[in-house]
């Protein structure tokens, strides 16, 4: 079974605070994701990565910003939070670089800022 | 790029009624259709998925339909219970990075 790991699943954090959500899988996946969910608006990709080191600007990447040091982790970056910020955070992986299938999520994490 | 729109955003039913979810997207190139599961604070998981070369596929109570042409393709739960009470995400992929729908809420009646 595929696992997908968020360290944390409740954050609050306070206006211009620097933020780190962590984002861990177990299945030797090439592509990973940052997605935002909101009510009425789905899921929206903030960023996404085919492979360490790389990343690419999904659809919202204002105010974030990734990195990805090691295959099995994907991080999402925060570096002035705002509150317009406050949102559940998933992160997914998939297989292969281009590979069109299923994706695995994390349980989210859910960030208020304050 | 790629633009996905999926309705209705909520859907009441009562239990043993059938349901029905249309999304529509943009990109002539899409291949792959995935339908995702949402129940209250978990995960979105697949509950099933089609490629161009396919019309229909059915999983139990379960079957989505993909027209090509017209460029939609719709999620059909039969027989509805009350364990089916989720948000349902149909998404859209030409390359490997799928595209969204906003969700539907699927409300199952007793």
Same mark, same amino acid.
């Given at each position: 079974?595929?696992?997908?790991?968020?360290?944390?699943?409740?954050?609050?954090?306070?206006?211009?605070?620097?933020?780190?959500?962590?984002?861990?899988?177990?299945?030797?996946?090439?592509?990973?994701?940052?997605?935002?969910?909101?009510?009425?608006?789905?899921?929206?990709?903030?960023?996404?990565?085919?492979?360490?080191?790389?990343?690419?600007?999904?659809?919202?990447?204002?105010?974030? /910003? %990734?990195?990805?040091?090691?295959?099995?982790?994907?991080?999402?970056?925060?570096? /002035?939070?705002?509150?317009?910020?406050?949102?559940?955070?998933?992160?997914? /992986?998939?297989?292969?670089?281009?590979?069109?299938?299923?994706?695995?999520?994390?349980?989210?994490?859910?960030?208020?800022?304050? | 790029?790629?633009?996905?729109?999926?309705?209705?955003?909520?859907?009441? %039913?009562?239990?043993?009624?059938?349901?029905?979810?249309?999304?529509?997207?943009?990109?002539?190139?899409?291949?792959?259709?995935?339908?995702?599961?949402?129940?209250?604070?978990?995960?979105?998981?697949?509950?099933?998925?089609?490629?161009?070369?396919?019309?229909?596929?059915?999983?139990?109570?379960?079957?989505?339909?993909?027209?090509?042409?017209?460029?939609?393709?719709?999620?059909?739960?039969?027989?509805?219970?009350?364990?089916?009470?989720?948000?349902?995400?149909?998404?859209?992929?030409?390359?490997?990075?799928?595209?969204?729908?906003?969700?539907?809420?699927?409300?199952?009646?007793?």
């Amino acid at each position: 079974d595929v696992k997908v790991t968020q360290s944390s699943r409740y954050l609050v954090k306070r206006t211009g605070e620097k933020v780190f959500l962590e984002c861990v899988q177990d299945m030797d996946h090439e592509n990973m994701f940052w997605y935002r969910q909101d009510p009425g608006l789905g899921l929206r990709l903030i960023y996404f990565s085919y492979d360490v080191k790389m990343k690419e600007k999904g659809d919202i990447p204002e105010g974030y /910003s %990734v990195s990805r040091e090691k295959k099995e982790r994907f991080s999402l970056i925060l570096e /002035s939070a705002s509150t317009n910020q406050t949102s559940m955070y998933l992160c997914a /992986s998939s297989l292969g670089p281009q590979n069109t299938g299923e994706l695995f999520f994390g349980e989210g994490s859910r960030l208020t800022v304050l | 790029g790629e633009n996905v729109e999926q309705h209705p955003s909520t859907l009441s %039913v009562q239990e043993g009624d059938s349901a029905v979810i249309k999304c529509t997207y943009s990109d002539s190139a899409s291949n792959y259709f995935p339908w995702y599961k949402q129940e209250l604070g978990k995960r979105p998981q697949l509950i099933i998925d089609i490629r161009s070369n396919v019309g229909e596929k059915k999983d139990q109570r379960i079957a989505v339909t993909l027209n090509k042409t017209a460029k939609h393709f719709s999620l059909h739960i039969t027989e509805t219970q009350p364990e089916d009470s989720a948000v349902y995400f149909c998404a859209s992929g030409g390359s490997y990075i799928p595209t969204f729908g906003r969700g539907t809420s699927l409300i199952v009646h007793p």
